[in-house]
């Protein structure tokens, strides 16, 4: 990179904590000003902050771009759209409307106090952000040269400083100006790559058959997988944090729509220049690294730069809002329920667990080397366990009885735990049966609910 695309960066980062540190929070700050920033968010705002947080995993979208095709967009593009349009049609006035925080709380008013904590646990680690981490830590040294370890470190701690001081309107402000980064970038790099080398034409030309398939080459059970995967949209924390926090519910509903049209804007453009990257770089060892190889080969100095700044944002804002829903499901919903501690100690102990996620994402992320990796293990494990308690404590009049749905959350995120390890007890890693570990948990979950769900006449605000 030339010293006018680091000036760029270093623009950028200038600009994000000016942002971010516009206004700090107070000790005594009150939980809804923290987490949902006294639910004011406009139209605008919540569109630029969904559709930049749910992004976060670009270089695991060039990645599967690179190796596997067009099955990009029908594995982390279709099934996304559609359960976030669930979301939209089921979710998402109920949701602003029941004037709760954080998910944890509407399993309180649910289930009670054991299922609240154990779906706070689980919320917990699958917000961690670990794989984004990852993907910070390979894009540091791709850009800049720096080593592995020093990028995750350094890219971590400059995403969550200003999230540390201000909360969730800081996420939000940031989140603003990472949403035009990072469409304008990747923009200009699909213009600069149709113009440069041809369209459609050129790829079907270049690319082995099988990128232009719907499968890419991989199983079906692997694809139909990521569609149950998907259902994790269900059960997103962004999803209602950003609900909680609009300003209205016709405000939550039509912002998830036009989200929806974003993602498929983007999903476009990524899945192109992962293409065009298989074809210009066609023996790439690592093909996580497969847009900042593909800018460095054809972009001039400064468009390099806009393009990292891309890169950057599109990862960046997703660090620091998945930081901070770990750190405000540690704050708000787990200390206060082992420790009985008052709002007024909320601000701190979130402020706690924001180092305490940070630290563990870093961990994870030197462990797990591949994004893809991480959203698998912890998708696989967690949607099993929170996706029917969750979402019939929103819709229907059957509901699971306390215990339950402590059993739902507890026994069915376990197997699929376990179900998980088998891979590396039987022969040539597969798991058990043949099956991947999300099916025997989510499973279980629908045989209890089924089992044990009556209809109740206690109706919970919504």
Known sequence: MHFIDYSLVVAYLLVLLLLGLMKKLRR????????????????????????????????????????????????????????AFLFAVFLAKKTRQAEVLTIPERLYQAYGHKTALAGSVIIYLMTVPAAYVLMLGVLCQQLFGWPFWLGVLAGTLFSVVYVYLGGFDSVVRTDEFQFLLMFGGFIMMFVVLVSGYGGFDFLQSNLPPEHLTWHGGNRSWYIITWYVIALATLIEPAFYQRCYAAKSAPVARKGILI????????????????????????????????????????????????????????????????????????????????????????????????????????????????????????????????????????????RLPPRAALASVALSGLISFVWYLSQFFGKEGAFWLGLEPIFPGLALSVLIFILFASKTSRLLPN
Not at 29 to 57: D, E, N
């Open 259 to 398: 989200s929806i049209l974003c993602w498929m804007i983007f999903d476009f453009l990524t899945t192109a220049c992962g293409l065009y990257a298989r074809v210009l770089l066609p023996s790439l060892a690592d093909p996580v690294s497969s847009y900042p190889a593909l800018a460095l080969k054809i972009l001039p100095v400064g468009l390099m730069g806009l393009f990292a700044l891309a890169l950057l944002a599109t990862i960046m804002s997703t660090v620091d809002s998945y930081s901070f829903l770990a750190a405000s499901t540690f704050g708000n919903d787990i200390m206060p329920r082992i420790f009985r501690i008052g709002e007024s100690a909320v601000t701190v102990w979130t402020r706690v667990g924001l180092v305490i996620s940070t630290v563990l994402a870093v961990a994870l992320a030197l462990f797990f080397r591949s994004v893809v990796d991480i959203w698998y293990v912890f998708g696989s494990i967690g949607t099993p366990a929170l996706l029917v308690p969750v979402f019939t404590s929103f819709v229907g009049r059957r």
């Open 28 to 83: 005594d700050t009150s939980p809804s000003k923290l987490i949902v920033g006294g639910r004011l968010l406009t139209l605008p705002a919540f569109v630029a902050s969904l559709v930049s947080t749910w992004y976060g995993g670009i270089l695991g979208v060039g990645e599967f771009s690179y190796n596997y095709g067009l099955s990009n967009w029908l594995v982390f593009g279709v099934p996304y759209y559609l359960a």
